[in-house]
């Protein structure tokens, strides 16, 4: 629409058409566009799912789909795990889970920034723990029942039960060294192939890191004799007739436990029963201060060795670490972590009466791993 103007020009009237504007409202000012939708935020390369152990730590890494100086956030869901997060730079969110305890646990992500969406994310989170109440009582303090809560009289028999209120670690307080014996005795060779010593070798280093979680520091040496001196493991090959001669059937090996002064015999006439990279990791871990695992499964320290692998299993690690954190003459607790330390008793476990020999080894402190 619209209205007609007269306008004087040149001393004419002319008529000009001019716009009318019309306007509703207050007075004319039209009205407010509409803001626009907020941009879509979201989260990338955010995994499905984790697993953490209980006393360690998981990170990933999320982005986002567009790298704006967001406000972010991350939860847990349960107290089995918890979670803490930083920007790593911008649009990528680092985030750390923590196990607690064992369980299932949803952590859940947010970032916030104007003008767009906001960017949400779940991951779940399986804890798990692989420390086991049985498994450290017979490892490491010598108390166990019959395997598997067997009552068999013949079990009990063998076995027998030992309370472990009183009982303390005997792991030795640093790494040993070690001392493989040769020679011969009335004419015939009780000493290692050179094969056999370096199987001995390898499994005394792996054997010591495996259970101490630290690098093998001791030193291997050779000798027609004992070193019987502290901080010294000496490990001995005999024969069938050295037991026969007490009387005794002969086992594949015996050891001191976390003796100061050690010792092992490894039997060279059973290594064609025993085989000796396993039996010597069983005897190193004995020497170093743990004992027989009674529960099934494949533990180097089981008593059986029967076609077990010549290596200290995820939870035999697991648990000799802790152990070894520990250190010497401390009490039992059904769990090391979720307790303050308390006193230690001192023992030097030496089981030194004398210059030791062949002949006068304390046989009748020595843990025995038997043929079957």
């Given at each position: ?14 008529a ?28 990338n390369d ?9 006393g360690?730590e ?8 567009a ?11 349960s107290?089995a ?5 930083r ?7 680092e ?8 369980g ?12 767009y969406?906001t960017a ?12 086991d109440?049985s498994l ?5 303090f ?28 005997s792991?030795?307080p ?6 493989i014996?040769?020679g011969?005795v009335?004419g015939?060779?009780?000493e290692?192939?050179?094969f056999q ?16 979680g ?15 001196s502290?901080?010294?493991v ?14 005794r059937?002969?086992?594949c090996?015996v ?5 100061t002064?050690?010792?092992i ?6 290594l ?8 010597m990791?069983?005897e ?12 099934v ?7 059986y ?6 290596e200290?299993s995820?939870?035999?690690?697991f648990?000799a670490?802790?152990?070894w ?14 307790t ?17 020999t062949?002949?006068?080894l304390p ?6 791993c038997?043929?079957?």
């Open positions: 629409m619209t209205t007609r103007k007269s306008l004087m020009v040149g001393g004419l009237l002319v000009a058409l001019s716009p009318l504007v019309l306007s509703c409202g207050d007075g004319g000012g039209g009205a407010p566009a509409a803001p626009p939708p907020p941009i879509p935020l979201s989260w955010v995994p499905d799912g984790i697993t953490v152990r209980v360690e998981e990170i990933f890494t999320a982005l986002l789909s790298a704006v100086p967001a406000t972010y956030s991350a939860s847990a869901s107290g795990a918890t979670v803490t997060g920007e790593v730079r911008t649009g990528v969110y985030v750390t889970v923590a196990g607690v305890e064992a299932e646990v949803q952590v859940t992500l947010r970032a916030n920034h104007t003008g969406t949400t994310a779940s991951v779940d989170v399986v804890v798990e723990d692989l420390f109440e450290w009582r017979e490892l490491v010598d108390a166990y029942d019959c395997p598997n809560g067997s009552t068999n009289e013949g079990c009990m028999n063998q076995w027998g039960e030992r309370q472990v209120e009183r009982r303390i670690t792991v030795l640093s790494q040993p060294d070690w001392h014996l040769g011969y009335d015939e060779p009780w290692f192939t050179s010593e370096q199987v001995v070798r390898d499994a005394i280093r792996n054997g010591v890191e495996q259970a101490t630290e690098r093998f520091t001791g030193r291997i040496t050779t000798g027609l004799t004992l070193k019987d502290y901080g010294w000496d490990v001995l090959p005999m024969r069938d007739e050295f037991w026969e001669d007490l009387g059937r002969p086992p090996g050891a001191l436990v976390g003796a002064e050690g010792v015999l490894i039997n060279l006439d059973a064609d029963v025993c085989d000796l990279a396993s039996l990791a069983h190193v871990g004995h020497a170093l201060g743990f004992y027989h695992v009674l529960n499964g494949d533990y180097i320290m089981s008593p060795l029967t076609e077990i692998p010549p200290f995820e939870g035999e690690q648990h670490l802790l152990a954190e520990l250190g010497r003459g401390a009490p039992f607790t059904p769990d090391p972590r979720k303050s330390s308390a006193a230690r008793m001192t023992t030097d476990r030496g089981y030194s009466e004398g210059p030791r062949r002949a006068n046989l009748g402190e020595m843990i025995e038997r043929m079957h």
